[in-house]
């Protein structure tokens, strides 16, 4: 069987009709910014600015996103090289890949190293 934890975490972040999924709103990621800003990353009370998004959803979106200390700038040879090392030493383990690349997030780099085995692969 399920417990009471169990079923009241599904229903909050799965079953809800009033949930958000999907994209992001301009104006959502504004809140984000703002309720971060006023709060800090105490994540149960940034969702609670933004109606239908959960905690969960704002500290991934935010990490992942729309932190400020995310690089956005492209890929160098030298980063696809470190990338490629600890994909090699860690495997499927993102986070650990991502903290040997500072300011990329494990996301990126999963996309990044898939979007180069493409490129090898072609």
Avoid at 37 to 45: A, C, D, L, P, S
Wanted: glycine content about 4%.
């Amino acid at each position: 069987g399920r417990n009471n934890k169990s079923c009241r975490k599904r229903w909050l972040h799965s079953l809800d009709p009033n949930l958000r999924k999907g994209r992001w709103t301009s104006e959502e990621d504004a809140a984000l910014l703002e309720s971060v800003k006023n709060v800090g990353t105490r994540w149960y009370e940034v969702a609670r600015a933004l109606p239908g998004r959960t905690d969960d959803q704002c500290a991934k979106h935010y990490k992942e996103a729309l932190d400020p200390s995310i690089r956005r700038d492209p890929w160098t040879r030298e980063e696809d090289v470190q990338l490629w090392s600890a994909f090699k030493e860690h495997g499927n383990k993102w986070h650990t890949v991502a903290s040997a690349l500072q300011g990329r997030p494990a996301i990126h780099c999963r996309n990044r190293l898939q979007s180069l085995q493409r490129t090898r692969a072609a």
